[in-house]
């Protein structure tokens, strides 16, 4: 069975630090690995997908595959990166639904 | 062009009380999804659309549950016999085929008293 596991439900940073959210696997196939992002009031949206290799927003994410973790990285927190972030997880070319975790709640402090 | 559309943004009602939820995916987007997102938790599954015929209702709790688009358009989700249980956030997504990048609208959010 499908699981993703976001083990922060909060992650507090300083502004210009370094930030890193959290997210693990489990799949018995080849998934498609997705972050989505939902700042205050507004909808969820994808920021950025594995197959996709891109750097949204100055964020990255790399698809590890021995581990089954796909982190997101950002080098220096932004106030603007406050929001909350899923992780999702498809199966991979043609799948029909995605599988979140529970999210993470982001506060950059000023 | 325009989002996802959802309607109405809340919706309130009683036990045992049947309602609708409304979707307008984005114009020419094939693939409609519904999920459920209740307190504290990720968006959860619940069915797809491809076209008109609902291609995965796996998510689907139970049948009290039933979700239809007739024009392969808009969506329309039923909750009949509402519990309190059913209260949630109720999201709505359409990308422009299976596999695709997910456009979600804003929900509904359902309260059962």
């Known amino acids: 069975a499908q699981r993703v596991t976001q083990p922060e439900k909060l992650l507090s940073v300083f502004k210009g630090a370094p930030v890193e959210l959290k997210c693990n696997y489990s799949y018995s196939g080849s998934p498609e690995l997705f972050w989505y992002v939902q700042y205050s009031r507004q909808r969820l949206q994808l920021l950025l997908r594995h197959i996709s290799r891109e750097s949204i927003k100055g964020f990255t994410a790399d698809l590890n595959k021995g581990e089954t973790s796909f982190h997101l990285k950002k080098p220096f927190a932004q106030e603007e990166d406050s929001a909350m972030y899923y992780c999702?997880?498809?199966?991979?070319?043609?799948?029909?639904?995605?599988?979140f975790g529970t999210g993470t709640r982001l506060t950059v402090i000023p | 062009g325009a989002g996802v559309s959802q309607t109405p943004s809340n919706k309130v009602t009683e036990k045992g009380k049947y309602v609708e939820l409304r979707c307008d995916p984005i114009s020419g987007h094939t693939a409609l999804y519904w999920y459920r997102q209740s307190l504290g938790q990720g968006p959860e599954f619940l069915i797809y659309?491809?076209?008109?015929?609902?291609?995965?209702d796996s998510g689907l709790p139970n049948d009290r549950f039933f979700a239809v688009r007739p024009e392969g358009s808009v969506s329309t989700l039923k909750i009949q016999r509402t519990e309190r249980g059913d209260s949630a956030v109720y999201l709505c997504?359409?990308?422009?085929?299976?596999?695709?990048?997910?456009?979600f609208g804003p929900g509904t959010r359902l309260t059962v008293l």
């Open positions: 659309f491809q076209g008109t015929g609902a291609a995965d």
């Open positions: 999702a997880l498809s199966g991979g070319t043609g799948a029909n639904n995605l599988f």
């Open positions: 997504a359409s990308s422009t085929w299976t596999g695709s990048a997910q456009y």
